[in-house]
């Protein structure tokens, strides 16, 4: 009987720390699709793109330590992230940025807004 009882509560802490970490929609498509370039966590070095923690509400072109091609810094110049910008951005970045770098677009709006969401909960 003792047996059986923690074998029942790892299986209960199991299943809480299954819920505990249970990903938003945005988190796993930010982890399926942006992580090849990006970073997400709070102090992460930039990836191949920069960090996204805490983008909204940042000065474009501004990721500390990421070097940013002049044409992007151009291009960005007075803009601040928001939620329009970022969901411009993830429409077509070209039309942004044009000459960036950046090949992820997300045309289902559902998506992009769960993106959105997920990238906005990053503070």
Excluded at 87 to 104: C, F, H, I, K
Aim: proline share 5%; glycine share 8%; charged share 20%.
């Amino acid at each position: 009987m003792k047996h059986r009882f923690i074998s029942l509560s790892v299986l209960a802490l199991l299943a809480f720390g299954a819920v505990a970490h249970a990903q938003s929609p945005g988190e796993r498509l930010a982890q399926s699709s942006c992580t090849q370039c990006h970073t997400f966590g709070k102090g992460e070095p930039n990836g191949v793109g920069p960090n996204l923690f805490g983008l909204l509400g940042r000065q474009a072109a501004s990721s500390p330590g990421f070097t940013y091609s002049k044409q992007y810094v151009e291009a960005m110049k007075g803009k601040t992230w928001d939620r329009k910008l970022l969901e411009r951005w993830l429409t077509d970045t070209q039309s942004v940025a044009p000459g960036n770098t950046m090949v992820y677009f997300q045309d289902d709006p559902k998506k992009r807004t769960a993106l959105v969401d997920y990238i906005q909960s990053l503070k």
